[in-house]
Nanobody
């Protein structure tokens, strides 16, 4: 039972990628889903989250206006569309399900709330080059 992020790769600055988060062994439609990233030598940080229905989304300030989080519960998949990519977006991206508590800005993006998320997969590497 886990989530698997895919769709990463190498892209030039200013380019776009779309990440997918697919569930294995369970259905996504009962969980809010978070996207997180970890750059080399840095702590893992919250990037964006989406509510169960998809009606509420949260974004880190660094990605607002560039990234779009969406979900298709019929396909059991959550997507992260990343546009206008920057060098500083280079990281391993993970998705995880919020299994404890309620989704809000704090539980999505705040430090210390990642323990409330489960079903972490291996992540997908995004490399943005100049």
């Amino acid at each position: 039972v886990q989530l698997q992020a895919s769709g990463g790769g190498m892209v030039q600055a200013g380019g776009s990628l779309r990440l997918s988060c697919e569930a294995s062994g369970f259905t996504l439609d009962s969980y809010a889903i978070g996207w997180f990233r970890q750059a080399s030598g840095k702590e893992r940080e919250g990037v964006s989250c989406i509510s169960i229905s998809g009606s509420d989304t949260y974004y880190a300030e660094s990605v607002k206006g560039r990234f779009t989080n969406s979900r298709d519960n019929a396909k059991n998949t959550v997507y992260l569309q990343m546009n206008s990519l920057r060098n500083e977006d280079t990281a391993v991206y993970y998705c995880a399900a919020l299994t404890i508590g309620v989704l809000n800005d704090a539980t999505c993006l705040g430090i210390g709330w990642q323990d409330w998320y489960s079903y972490w997969g291996q992540g997908t590497l995004v490399t943005v080059s100049s």
